[in-house]
């Protein structure tokens, strides 16, 4: 097992961090490895100061070949990735396989789900060897196949999306875990912020283990909890509302400022003269915009507080306030009144685009503006924009790519894998659930993984994160593929004999 040189350990504890079986610890600022360590050598290589180095294997260990980790488990013990315990001297996967997929539409002529899931399956290594599982069945007078067998994947990530209204960063900006980053702030989606998690270049990175364990956290529906560089703080949490800046969030956004005017318009124009709708992208002045033209309006020399885009519609500036701007209250979303439109006494409504906060305002002689109490009929337009709004919420898609090795377990010619995949021949699910297939070369897939069988993913120390796949075909299809004929069991007998 790994060992510490006490003399050129620093107590750093990047090692501790970073281990995970959690079999580190700190004793008067040294680390010290307990009995659960396994080889699997990730302190070794993350550790600064060289103080980790190789010891004795114990005689009962049996060590692993399911990936390149070849971890040393010993009895009683896990591996590294949490999938195999090492039960009186033999390597038993820790959970069991999973049968049933969910009721997914595959195309047509293929079945509409996987004979079996790939959950629980096991990895064959190297990937020369034929899949964990290759099972043959009638299905609608069709003999059909699939092929199984939980991928360790080096190119993958994680896209999530945040459906909330609050800005937590500008776009490129690190995401971080536990002070490492493992990601970055995505593109601006509608209603939503995006964040990109994983890839490549991360996974074989120094931060590659934290984030393979956080895509595969959050995969499997765990709470976790990252950091904007320069940005908010985040806990995250698949189907459950997002805590943004330890604020729990409640509604998305039913459009931008200038589209919350163009629907409401009516309801808007029915309890003030005029509408300011706050949004950290595009705010919406009402008489400005075409759609208060549609109703009869003309332009009420309201100047909210924005960058002018066109006629309606102004750039804001994002920040922490009212819809995702930097403006604290009703009254600073008025920049200036021109006094020769307007008049004293004319009502402005002022909310934002999920209408959670909101305030009624009144034009002063002077052109200031005061804040008065919200009318009945202010309220109730102000609830009917809320209750168009979505609740707040996380969700996922597994991004990853099984164009390499990955597809030898299924054939001897990876090449016509690809093809029948994109042909339509070949049906690839992951977890049971229908994936999105990118156009181009290679199997790069996406998953809703709320549609994977629950806890379906794991990760290995390479780092990757590792995927349940099954590849469903005919089996005409499969022999012309080069598949692994001499591996086929029929389902029956294979439910009656695993």
Known sequence: MMKIDEVLCRGCGICQKNCPQETISMREKKAVIGEACVNCGICLRVCPFKAVQAGLVPADAVKCQCCPVECDIQPGFEGACKRYTNIAGRLVRNRDLVTEALDRRLVEKLPQKPLITAVGAGTTYP???????????????????????????????????????????????????????????????????????????????????????????????????LQVLKGSHLVLEIGKAPIIDGKQEEKMRVGCGSATVGMFAEKLRAVAEEAIILDYHVIGLLSEHRAGEEIGMTYSGVEPNGRKSTRGRYFGESGSGWGGTAIQSAVEAVSFVDMKRAYSGMKILVTETTAQLAGLLEVQSDGTVQEIPLTQAAKDAVAFISENCEKARVSALYVGGTGGSARAGVTKHPLLLSQAVHSGKAKLTIGGAESFILPGGGINFMVDVEKVVPKAFSWVATPATVVPVEYTMTKKTFAQLGGHMESIRPLQEWKEGK
């Open 127 to 225: 990937c020369c060897r034929p899949a964990p599982h290759i099972v043959e069945s009638m299905v609608d007078d069709v003999d059909v196949i699939t092929v199984v067998t939980e991928a360790p994947l080096s190119y993958s990530g994680m896209k999530v999306k945040i459906d909330a209204n609050r800005h937590i960063g500008a776009e490129g900006s690190p995401v971080l875990c536990q002070g490492a980053v493992i990601g970055m702030v995505d593109t601006e989606e509608y209603g939503a912020k995006m964040l990109s998690l994983g890839g490549a270049s991360i996974l074989s990175g120094k931060n590659g283990f934290l984030a393979a364990k956080t895509v595969v956290a959050l995969a499997n529906g765990e709470k976790v909890e």
